[in-house]
Structures are given as C-alpha cells and as structure tokens.
C-alpha cells in the first residue's frame, strides 16, 4: 500500500484563492509570505481590491514603489497627497505607471509639474478617466489642447479640475463641448477669453450634462449672451460658483426671474451688481436655494431687508453671505429670527447697529441653529454675558478671524 503525504500547499491555485477571499487583509498580508506559490496566488489584485486596496494615496516619494506591485494593478483611484514633494524623476515614474493601471477612474495630482509631457500622451490617460485633477500643474498650452479635444470627442469623463492652468488658446467651440460633456467642472483662474466663456454658455443653454460649474477669479464678458438662453443656462445647474462675471441687468433680471420660477440650482456664488432686480424676484430665488453667496453685489437695502425678510417665513437656505449691503435699517427682531434660521451666516460691512447685534444674540440664545457668524461690532455696545453664551455653540468671526471665548485664550 503506498502512503502519501498531503499539505494544504499543493492545494489547486482556484481553490486557495476561494479560502484568500475570505481571509482580512492582515491575514491576507501574512498568506503572501507562507510560500513562494501562496504569494503568487495572494498577489491577485482581486483579492486586494476586495480587501480595499481599490484607492491608493501617495503620500510621500517612497510610496511610489508600491504601483508597480500585481496587488495594485486594479486599483481604481490614485491620489497625490497635498503635502506629498515629488521630483522631476518621480512625477515620470508616476506618469508611467498610472498608464499601466488599466482599470484607474480617479486620479488627483494637482501641483504636479507635468510639462514636459507629450501632449498626446497626456491626452491618452485622459481618454481612460472618469474623475481627474490636475490643477496647477503647468500645462503647456499644446498639452491643454490635446486634453480638451479629447474630452469634446469622447471620453468617459465626468468631474474635470483643471484650475491654475492657462486655457486662453484653446478654440472656444471645442472648450464649450468639453465642459458640457462632463458633470462637474472646476477651471479657476484659467485665464479663460470671454469668447470662451460666451461659448460655454451659449451651448449651455441649449443642450449640456453640467451639473457643478466653478470659474472664479476670471472676468469674462458674458453681456454678449441672450438673457434668456444665460438664464437657462444657469439654472440647469445644481452648483454655480462664477466670480467676476459681466452681466447686464437684462440679464440679471432674467436669470433670477427663472430662479424664482424653476430652477435645478441648490448653491450659487455670484459678484456682479444685482441692483436691478426686483426685492421680491431676488428674495424668493435665494430663498429657494440651499447656500448662496451675494456679498458685495450692490443690493440695495429694500433687496437686503426683503431678503431677510423671505427667510424667516421659512426657507430651505443654510448659508448666506450678504456682506457689503446695508442692512442697519431692518427691523433687529426680524433681522434676528431670520439669521437664527441659518446655520451659516456672513454679515461683514452691512453697518449692523448694536439692537440689531444684540437682538441676534439673545435670539441664538432661545431658539437657533447658527453654527457660524460672520460680522461687525462694537464689543462694547453688546450684552456681553449673552454673547460668551452664545460662543458656546456658535463661531463669532470678525474681518475672517475667530473671536476666542475667554477659556480658550486661558488655555494658549
């Protein structure tokens, strides 16, 4: 009768990694380093993908070591940490690498010199992405052409940060098809024309997937756009961030006009004077929305008090920055109901007077949801036992700095 020995190492490669499969990714790293077989059968970058292994964040030039690993080739999202310091040598390791990832979605490396990158072979990674990041990263002007063409031809490609980058050359019609191909789209201080931007809009209003438009820090001429395509345009978005637009009051009118009636937005950020739209037309609109940043827009104080005004009847709004409006003559009770409504509320330059600050407090004391307040006042001029009560739930900032509670300057 012959005898023989058997060992759970000559088990077949499938059903060892049906028991891997079940095993946590302590158990798992401690596998890999039985055997050579059991390591070649635990580096299945299935198994490490289960275990979590689908993200991936580089936090310093070491970590780059890991990419080329089995265990890592189906990685999903790679992310350079903000205070990762890569070189020259290291960015083209990373480069090569993310192109022999097949199955990467999500790639986040703002702050990564990637000039000296063949346009097309940027361009090509590009095509394979669903979500990237490349702000800041000193894209040649051939580099940003080859990016944005692909991205207005066909891609996969839905959330788009490219800020800090100069998009000026490319062709407007091809940067408007790309950005309302994508869903989101992040392109601050880009150096954007306004033909650009006109084209954007233009196309917008027509036909678009954006959902998220961030463009600030660039002026753009939008007053050659039809109001009512603009309008359109606008409100088909959840999320719109645009700093240093030129609009007209026709415009104006018209885009809060369709805010007020139907509009898909929840966020708005937007400086541009808004004096010429009627109380009652701008208060409704903000009123409907969720956070809405109108500071220094030129509202007029029948605007200011009717915005207030909308809120404490009710609203879905949680943060407001109104600065630079004068609000000193709205009711202090009314004034204080309607910021106690809001979790977030900046105030800055809007000449609160001291009824009005110290009705706000004594509201926040009984009955309030503010997390945030942003403002100025005369210390001297307020109910100081209230205000140290209301420090205990609420952040007081003034000009932006953070007004600490008397035990907290005792613990610095």
């Not at 390791?93 to 199955?103: A, F, G, M, P, T």
């Not at 009512?228 to 104006?252: F, P, S, Y």
């Not at 030129?298 to 009710?314: M, V, W, Y």
């Amino acid at each position: 009768m012959i005898s023989r020995q058997y060992s759970i190492r000559m088990l077949p490669t499938e059903i060892l990694e049906n028991i891997f499969s079940m095993l946590d990714l302590e158990d798992l790293h401690q596998a890999v380093l039985v055997c050579r077989k059991w390591r070649q059968v635990g580096e299945n970058p299935r198994l490490w993908k289960r275990n979590g292994f689908g993200h991936l964040e580089i936090l310093v030039e070491s970590d780059l070591e890991f990419l080329d690993t089995r265990r890592l080739q189906h990685i999903e999202e790679l992310i350079l940490d903000a205070e990762a310091q890569l070189g020259r040598s290291d960015i083209k390791l990373l480069i090569k690498s993310v192109e022999k990832l097949d199955r990467l979605k999500y790639l986040d490396i703002p702050r990564s010199n990637l000039s000296s990158f063949k346009p097309a072979r940027l361009a090509k990674i590009v095509s394979k992405l669903v979500a990237l990041d490349i702000s800041n990263c000193c894209l040649t002007n051939k580099q940003v052409e080859a990016i944005l063409k692909v991205l207005s031809e066909n891609s996969k490609m839905e959330n788009l940060h490219i800020s800090d980058n100069d998009l000026s050359t490319v062709q407007p019609e091809v940067l408007a098809i790309a950005a309302n191909n994508l869903l989101g789209l992040e392109m601050n201080r880009c150096r954007l024309t306004s033909e650009q931007g006109q084209a954007i809009f233009n196309r917008m209003g027509h036909e678009t997937k954006l959902v998220s438009l961030k463009v600030v820090e660039n002026i753009i001429d939008l007053s050659p756009v039809n109001p009512d395509v603009l309008a359109r345009a606008l409100n088909k978005l959840e999320m719109a961030d645009g700093w240093l637009w030129i609009l007209t009051n026709h415009q104006t009118r018209a885009i809060f006009k369709q805010m007020a009636q139907h509009s898909k937005l929840r966020g708005l950020r937007i400086c541009t004077n808004l004096s010429a739209v009627k109380p009652t037309v701008l208060a409704l609109a903000i009123s409907k929305l969720e956070k809405v940043h109108v500071d220094y827009c030129q509202l007029t104080a029948d605007q200011g008090e009717a915005i207030l005004n909308k809120i404490s009847e009710g609203t879905k709004l949680t943060e407001l920055n109104i600065s630079g409006t004068n609000l000193s003559a709205v009711d202090a009770n009314l004034m204080a109901k309607a910021v106690n409504m809001l979790e977030v509320v900046k105030m800055e330059d809007t000449e609160i007077t001291s009824a009005q600050m110290n009705a706000i407090l004594r509201q926040a004391v009984d009955n309030s949801i503010m997390k945030e307040f942003h403002g100025k006042w005369y210390q001297d001029e307020i109910d100081e036992e209230v205000f140290e009560q209301v420090q205990e739930t609420v952040k007081m900032y003034v000009n932006g700095i953070q007004i600490l509670r008397r035990c907290q300057w005792n613990t610095l």
